[in-house]
């Protein structure tokens, strides 16, 4: 009898004290200051290392060319099969070893598809596609992007890279 009334006792605080708890969070939102932000004009700041869509990384200074070699690996892992990619070649001045060097001739990507896991990022033999900060696909034509929409800028893709080799460390 003793201890069923003591259990009924302790309950009862417990539910009061978490409702209470309950009551002050809420209180205390309305006093913080407001985050309402003007969608599209204002965007949100993604934390630092953030993993978005997958982007294709430019090889040469002007970022107009793909790193990505066509070794179709990235295709071939993707788990929800978000990946589509036509290789062909070209032939390289670069390289005094081959003569010909391996490009995307098509590379889409299906973002409605993509679940963000990553795999394509860590099957890729040349760093040439990577996670980056976007998040948001808005039209239904961004759905499915083709490899001129999938280029990163140079210089955001360099340092996207940097950051991510020095959290691998
Ligand atoms: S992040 Fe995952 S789901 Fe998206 S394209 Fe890469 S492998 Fe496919
Ligand atoms: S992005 Fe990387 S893994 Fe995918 S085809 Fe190009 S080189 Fe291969």
Redo the contacts with the bound molecule.
Sequence with gaps: MFFSLMKKFFYNIFTVLALFKGLFITLSHMFKKKVTLQYPEEKWKTPSGYRGFPRLVPSDKEGRTYR????????AICPSDAIY?EPNTTESKSSFLLDMQRY?KVFDIHMGRCIVCGL?EE????E??TLAEEHITTKYSQHVRHKNDLLLPKEHSEQLLRKKRALAL
Excluded at 123 to 126: F, G, H, K, S, T
């Design positions: 990505c070699v066509s070794c179709k690996l990235c295709e990619i995307p394509c099957a890729c033999p040349v040439a596609i």
